[in-house]
Nanobody
Framework: QVQLVESGGGLVQAGGSLRLSCAAA????????MAWYRQAPGKQRESVAR???????YYADSVKGRFTISRDNAKNTVYLLMNSLKPEDTAVYYC??????????????RGQGTQVTVSS
């Protein structure tokens, strides 16, 4: 069993930065691929970034070059550093644990989310 708790969300002006954290409780964190998703009001949840157990990464085109996903297996934590934020990045951000190709629904574990609001 793995429990995921996101933190680090908040209100930031456009062009600013935030770093989200997802802390995992469980002894098998390092074996999971980790992913960040987001869901804006009235829109479907979308994949933002993912990182494999070995450190391979994937980014959605909309965030490529602005967001960086990383993980610290010693701390059982995955991070999402978000730079050059835009109002369209406003959403609830969720982390999930599963295989590298997992969808949100197919993930083994999912967090409760943290709100990110970017003002113009």
């Amino acid at each position: 069993q793995v429990q995921l708790v996101e933190s680090g969300g908040g209100l930031v002006q456009a062009g600013g930065s935030l770093r989200l954290s997802c802390a995992a409780a469980g002894r098998t964190f390092s074996s999971y691929a980790m992913a960040w998703y987001r869901q804006a009001p009235g829109k479907q949840r979308e994949s933002v970034a993912r990182i494999s157990s070995g450190g391979s990464t994937y980014y959605a085109d909309s965030v490529k070059g602005r967001f960086t996903i990383s993980r610290d297996n010693a701390k059982n934590t995955v991070y999402l550093l978000m730079n050059s934020l835009k109002p369209e990045d406003t959403a609830v951000y969720y982390c999930a644990a599963g295989t590298y190709g997992s969808t949100w629904v197919g993930s083994d574990y999912r967090g409760q989310g943290t709100q990110v609001t970017v003002s113009s």
